[in-house]
């Protein structure tokens, strides 16, 4: 008989880039309720001082995870983390002939270079803990999708950098990817709102018939997702790729 509850995080200290809104939020929503203390770390400061405010044991940083001054400040105020959520980024649409340089290398500077500064500072503070690094990725970085040249690329490269610390590091922590698909949040939002003003209804429909399952997936199924690859329960999950998305890849 199990006497133990499944997916408790007591003790424990989390970090969450993007942290203030839409699967950050949830994510930090849902460790918080499993009994880690967390770190939300978002370029809207504001934000991530009014979530903390409500959840015990959390800190709030404003933070531009593209700028390595800091990133250093932020890791600087922290001496113990067990779990590292790699979540801040960005969005794109537009074909390799659409996308100018000045978008690829922002693409690049939050969703790769941005990633890959936060992980640096982590590593040593997740080593010490044996913790857990979960990077999120998208579909977007397994599959083709027509018009988000930049972004593929940019998530793709998510992927890579997942296997490939795995690898580095396989019995002293571990390292481990989410691909949602298509998720209801700020992040679709500002999308539509961009790209498709004047037609959203009609645009929200396609997004939710993109997914076999018929629907936008909720930013607290991401977040679970993260919680049980951050607990114990996951021990074996070592450099995955965990789609959530529907259906999509499957079809």
């Known amino acids: 008989m199990w006497m133990t509850t499944p997916f408790r995080l007591d003790g424990r200290v989390a970090l969450v880039t993007g942290g203030a809104s839409g699967i950050g939020e949830s994510t930090v929503r849902v460790l918080t309720a499993a009994g880690a203390s967390v770190h939300i770390v978002d370029l809207n400061g504001e934000s991530a001082a009014k979530l903390a405010a409500e959840l015990p044991g959390a800190v709030a940083h404003g933070c531009d995870i593209t700028s390595a001054e800091q990133v250093a400040a932020v890791f600087a105020a922290i001496p113990k983390l067990d779990i590292l959520v790699n979540n801040a980024g960005i969005g794109h649409v537009g074909s390799i002939e659409e996308c100018a340089p000045e978008d690829f290398d922002r693409l690049y500077r939050v969703n790769v270079f941005g ?59 571990r390292v481990n990817c989410i691909a949602p698909g298509t998720v209801d949040s700020p992040f679709v939002e500002s999308y539509l709102e961009k790209y498709h003003k004047h037609e959203k209804a009609e645009m929200r429909v396609q997004l939710n018939q993109r997914q076999p399952i018929g629907r936008l997936g909720k930013p607290e199924e991401i977040a679970h997702m993260v919680l049980y690859l951050a607990s114990d329960e996951a021990g074996f999950v070592q450099g995955s790729t965990q789609t959530i998305d529907g259906g999509w890849t499957a079809a």
């Open 115 to 173: 990633l890959f500064l936060v992980a640096k500072a982590a590593v040593p503070l997740l080593l010490a803990s044996h913790g857990s690094m979960i990077n999120i990725a998208s579909v977007a970085g397994l599959i083709g999708i027509k018009r988000r040249f930049g972004y593929c690329m940019s998530k793709g490269a998510v992927i890579a950098m997942t296997k490939q610390l795995a690898v580095e590091y396989p019995t002293q922590m």
